[in-house]
């Protein structure tokens, strides 16, 4: 579930003295589900679209990125 307030929004740059928005070219979401299969597969477990054991779901509150000479992120909410 996206819970993100500005669903496509994903970053800011601010290298410049007026900071631009950073949006989205496709489905964040998607993206987010396709990394975590990719994580758990990697962890050694077998991941399934349906009629598994364990059932995981997640809500997606935070993706974002801000852009200077670096790049800094958060993985957890505030």
């Known amino acids: 579930m996206d819970a993100r307030a ?3 929004l994903i970053g800011e740059n601010r290298e410049d003295d007026t900071p631009r ?3 989205a070219a496709g489905d964040v979401p998607a993206f987010v589900t ?3 299969i990719s994580l758990l ?5 077998t ?3 349906e009629g ?4 995981v779901s997640t809500s ?3 993706f974002f990125v801000t852009e200077t000479n670096l790049y800094a992120a ?3 909410s505030p």
């Open 74 to 76: 958060k993985s957890r």
């Open 6 to 8: 500005e669903r496509d």
């Open 41 to 45: 597969d990697s962890a050694g477990l």
């Open 60 to 62: 997606l509150k935070r």
């Open 47 to 49: 991941t399934v679209a």
């Open 34 to 36: 396709k990394q975590m």
């Open 52 to 55: 598994g054991d364990v059932v």
């Open 21 to 23: 928005p950073v949006v």
